[in-house]
């Protein structure tokens, strides 16, 4: 059986689509066949486009191994004891992660913080943005920074670094720890206040944000 010109064309056609789809799936992009690149041309010789590899989770810089060697994100998050103290609680949790200050506590970071100006009953922590807690993180040597973040940008910053955050219609700070699967894996001193535990979701963080978050700098 004799096949039609157009035919055997698809099937050409068919095959190198099959054949560029293999490639970046074995991760060779551009150049000489067999790239993803090569292929295209193949499809279209009049096609002409600049070939970018894409940045992938191992072209990430790793972080210095002497900031990854004092950093334990594991470390223990202890139940608050009163209702307006989670800032120092996560300040505390954050300070003993890194082996900033091991004998860290709630009461210690509240006298660090500054009751009652800067944290007191009434109000909690009085500076919403964290700009205290960062000046008690710098007195250790450990520089910061803050900005009031989406979800996507808290995600990539927090799958590097570790820190404090805190959502506006939360009213709650909360030590962040790292990434886990799709949502923040953060320490909370007041496991189940509105919902959230050791994880905090791109759902939660909607509807409790906007979030201010701090970032230690490695």
Same mark, same amino acid.
């Given at each position: 059986?004799?096949?039609?010109?157009?035919?055997?064309?698809?099937?050409?056609?068919?095959?190198?689509?099959?054949?560029?789809?293999?490639?970046?799936?074995?991760?060779?992009?551009?150049? &000489?066949?067999?790239?993803?690149?090569?292929?295209?041309?193949?499809?279209?010789?009049?096609? &002409?486009?600049?070939?970018?590899?894409?940045?992938?989770?191992?072209?990430?810089?790793?972080?210095?191994?002497?900031?990854?060697? !004092?950093?334990?994100?594991?470390?223990?998050?202890?139940?608050?004891?009163?209702?307006?103290?989670?800032?120092?609680?996560?300040?505390?949790?954050?300070?003993?992660?890194?082996?900033?200050?091991?004998?860290?506590?709630?009461?210690?970071?509240?006298?660090?913080? #500054?009751?009652? +100006?800067?944290?007191?009953?009434?109000?909690?922590?009085?500076?919403?943005?964290?700009?205290?807690?960062?000046? *008690?993180?710098?007195?250790?040597?450990?520089?910061?920074?803050? +900005?009031?973040?989406?979800?996507?940008?808290?995600?990539?910053?927090?799958?590097? &670094?570790?820190?404090?955050?805190?959502?506006?219609?939360? !009213?709650?700070?909360?030590? *962040?720890?790292? *990434?886990?699967?799709?949502?923040?894996?953060?320490?909370?001193?007041?496991?189940?206040?509105?919902?959230? #535990?050791? *994880?905090? &979701?791109?759902? +939660?963080?909607?509807?409790?944000?906007?979030?201010?978050?701090?970032?230690?700098?490695?």
């Amino acid at each position: 059986m004799t096949v039609s010109p157009a035919i055997q064309q698809l099937e050409d056609q068919q095959k190198y689509l099959t054949e560029a789809l293999r490639a970046m799936l074995e991760g060779q992009w551009c150049g &000489t066949p067999p790239s993803a690149q090569a292929f295209v041309s193949a499809l279209d010789p009049s096609f &002409t486009v600049e070939c970018l590899r894409p940045l992938l989770h191992s072209d990430e810089p790793p972080l210095p191994p002497d900031y990854l060697a !004092y950093y334990d994100p594991n470390t223990y998050m202890p139940r608050q004891q009163y209702s307006w103290s989670c800032s120092a609680c996560a300040l505390a949790w954050c300070e003993r992660a890194l082996g900033l200050n091991d004998e860290a506590t709630e009461e210690s970071e509240i006298a660090a913080i #500054g009751y009652p +100006d800067n944290i007191n009953a009434s109000y909690g922590l009085m500076n919403g943005s964290g700009v205290q807690l960062q000046r *008690v993180l710098l007195e250790y040597g450990q520089e910061s920074r803050q +900005d009031w973040l989406t979800f996507d940008s808290a995600y990539t910053i927090y799958s590097q &670094t570790p820190g404090l955050m805190s959502g506006g219609a939360w !009213y709650h700070w909360v030590g *962040v720890r790292g *990434v886990q699967g799709d949502a923040l894996w953060i320490a909370n001193s007041a496991p189940g206040y509105q919902g959230v #535990g050791s *994880v905090l &979701t791109r759902a +939660d963080f909607q509807r409790l944000g906007p979030f201010s978050a701090v970032w230690c700098i490695p």
